[in-house]
């Protein structure tokens, strides 16, 4: 069964610093990637999401992901955090086959410290 | 905008009871799906839907059904509800195939006491 994996349940970083979040999935179909977002008592919103072509994707608020097959991959990343980032993220994937429902992690929240 | 709208923000309701979520969208969307979210876990797929009158059961479906009379609507039924299934549910939608995004609705805290 396809899984995917963010193995940060939880990561604190100060205002301005970088952020790399990571997620891993296990499968060897290809998969479309997707990043998602969710502030508290909020929905989920999409940040970016990969299909083909550049590995490399940029999405909205700044963040960018990068797709590396080789270790089955799909880590956000954000050069400079501000205090509005502070918000749970979820790394989900689609296979190539199969249904088209995403599968999510089990999620990062991220805090950030003045 | 992509608009998914869920029926409640906030339930309480009692074991044993039969409980409706009602979820709309406004885009036309084939793909309909209902999510449960508990700390720790992430989302997990409860049920999903391609079609009007058509449903696939999710990773979690025991205790739950569906209903999708209409394209734009998609129901979540707790036969009888559960302490356990206390949790947030979030409905979401997609247009066609699997390469699209996904649109969430607010989500339904519902809670079973």
């Known amino acids: 069964a396809q899984s995917v994996t963010q193995p940060d349940i939880h990561i604190t970083v100060s205002e301005g610093a970088s952020l790399e979040l990571r997620c891993n999935y296990s499968?060897?179909?290809?998969?479309?990637l997707f990043w998602y977002v969710q502030s508290p008592g909020q929905g989920l919103q999409l940040l970016l999401k990969y299909f083909s072509g550049d590995t490399l994707v940029q999405g909205i608020k700044g963040f960018e992901a990068e797709f590396k097959r080789s270790q089955s991959s799909f880590n956000l990343r954000k050069p400079s955090v501000h205090w509005s980032d502070a918000a749970e993220y979820f790394c989900a994937v689609v296979l190539d086959t199969g249904r088209r429902a995403l599968t999510f992690g089990s999620g990062t929240r991220l805090q950030v410290q003045p | 905008d992509v608009k998914v709208t869920q029926s409640s923000r906030y339930l309480v309701k009692r074991t044993g009871e039969k409980v409706f979520l009602e979820c709309v969208q406004d885009?036309?969307?084939?793909?309909m799906f209902w999510y449960r979210q508990d700390p720790g876990l992430g989302l997990r797929l409860i049920y999903f839907?391609?079609?009007?009158?058509?449903?696939e059961k999710g990773d979690i479906p025991e205790g739950y059904s569906v209903s999708r009379e209409k394209k734009e609507r998609f129901s979540l039924i707790l036969e009888s509800a559960s302490t356990n299934q206390t949790s947030m549910y979030l409905c979401?939608?997609?247009?066609?195939?699997?390469?699209?995004?996904?649109?969430f609705g607010q989500g339904t805290r519902l809670t079973v006491v």
């Open positions: 499968y060897g179909a290809t998969p479309y």
């Open positions: 885009m036309d969307h084939e793909n």
């Open positions: 839907s391609y079609d009007v009158k058509m449903k």
């Open positions: 979401a939608s997609s247009q066609g195939g699997r390469n699209t995004e996904a649109f």
